[in-house]
């Protein structure tokens, strides 16, 4: 079955540590995006890829890192510059993310949720 | 500015009565229109979007939602809520690109025996 897969469910961090997210997706959709899920403000965008080894900031990149070498894969990496990383995790992704598309509904992973020990 | 607003946090209903969760929103062009359903600790699923033409929109699991451009709104309704529609509920506006798409903060539905 196609569909996104997040990895893992659960992940705990220590204090000043980076932690890799990982996001695999087997849909063949160029676009990517990673949300972040705290309670009470909805889904708010990390970052986003249109396309293999191109990506963008958005509304709260800072802490935050990914990578697109693979048009399947689309790892977050959370920081230690992150200052408040304890989060849902989501990850997305679009049949097409430019142009007037009508293939901008996104699919998601099941989340990974990350804890700040 | 582009947003969305859910006016409610958490809406109980009894089951087997009629559910509408409201959305509003304000973009500055023709939007497209979302709504997602999330479980606990699980991923969205797309329940129904609005792109053009008829502005009452079928999606599944029984929910309908209905576009009216002339109050920016775009309610989610289901005639008959059972059990298992217990989860939180999004409505999310997009233009070109799921990269643009917005989210409201989400209203979580409870479903009392």
């Known amino acids: 079955d196609g569909g996104i897969t997040q990895s893992p469910k659960y992940l705990f961090r220590k204090e000043g540590q980076n932690v890799t997210l990982s996001c695999e997706q087997n849909?063949?959709?160029?676009?990517m995006y990673w949300y972040r899920q705290d309670p009470g403000q909805g889904l708010r965008l990390i970052y986003y890829?249109?396309?293999?080894?191109?990506?963008q900031k958005g509304d709260i990149a800072e802490g935050y890192s990914v990578s697109r070498e693979k048009k399947e894969s689309f790892p977050l990496t959370v920081t230690s510059a992150q200052k408040n990383p304890t989060a849902f995790y989501l990850c997305?992704?679009?049949?097409?993310?430019?142009?007037?598309?009508?293939?901008?509904?996104?699919?998601f992973g099941q989340g990974t949720r990350l804890t700040v020990v | 500015a582009q947003s969305v607003t859910q006016p409610d946090i958490h809406i109980t209903v009894s089951e087997g009565a009629s559910l509408e969760l409201r959305c509003n929103y304000s973009?500055?062009?023709?939007?497209?229109l979302f709504w997602y359903v999330q479980s606990p600790g699980q991923g969205l699923q797309l329940l129904l979007k609005?792109?053009?033409?008829?502005?009452l929109v079928q999606g599944i699991k029984g929910f309908e939602a209905e576009f009216k451009r002339s109050q920016s709104s775009f309610n989610l309704r289901k005639p008959s809520v059972h059990w298992s529609d217990a989860a939180e509920y999004f409505c999310?506006?997009?233009?070109?690109?799921?990269?643009?798409?917005?989210f409201g903060a989400g209203t979580r539905l409870f479903v009392k025996a």
């Open positions: 609005y792109f053009s033409g008829d502005t």
């Open positions: 973009y500055g062009a023709t939007p497209y």
């Open positions: 997305a992704s679009s049949r097409e993310g430019t142009g007037g598309s009508r293939n901008a509904e996104a699919f």
């Open positions: 999310a506006v997009g233009g070109f690109g799921g990269f643009k798409t917005i």
């Open positions: 890829s249109q396309i293999v080894n191109d990506f």
């Open positions: 849909l063949n959709h160029d676009a």
